[in-house]
């Protein structure tokens, strides 16, 4: 949530890259929503709000329920 898109990819590229079979990896990540201001879940606004003012907006949120797809893409499976 804190880093660009691409870097996003760039990370997921090379863990796709250079991981052994069966490895996993574990990440946190907000929804698209957030960044655009428009997530209505309790607290979502504030904390965009919070990570703005201490210097780490987030700049790269998911789209609602599109993980799985979204993973898939980059040559990952969701557990």
């Known amino acids: ?3 660009t898109p ?8 090379f863990v796709t890259k250079n991981s052994g079979h069966g490895s996993s990896i ?3 990540y907000i929804f698209e ?6 997530c209505n879940y309790y607290g ?4 965009a709000k919070y990570a703005a003012r ?9 789209e609602e329920g599109k993980i799985k ?3 898939e893409n980059r040559g990952l499976n969701l557990l």
């Not at 201490?54 to 998911?62: H, L, S």
């Open 54 to 62: 201490a210097g780490e907006p987030y700049v790269f949120g998911i």
């Open 69 to 71: 797809e979204f993973l």
């Open 6 to 13: 691409e870097s996003v990819n760039q990370v997921l590229s």
């Open 33 to 38: 929503s957030m960044i655009e201001g428009k």
């Open 44 to 47: 979502a606004r504030e904390s």
């Open 1 to 3: 949530m804190y880093i």
């Open 26 to 28: 574990v990440f946190d």
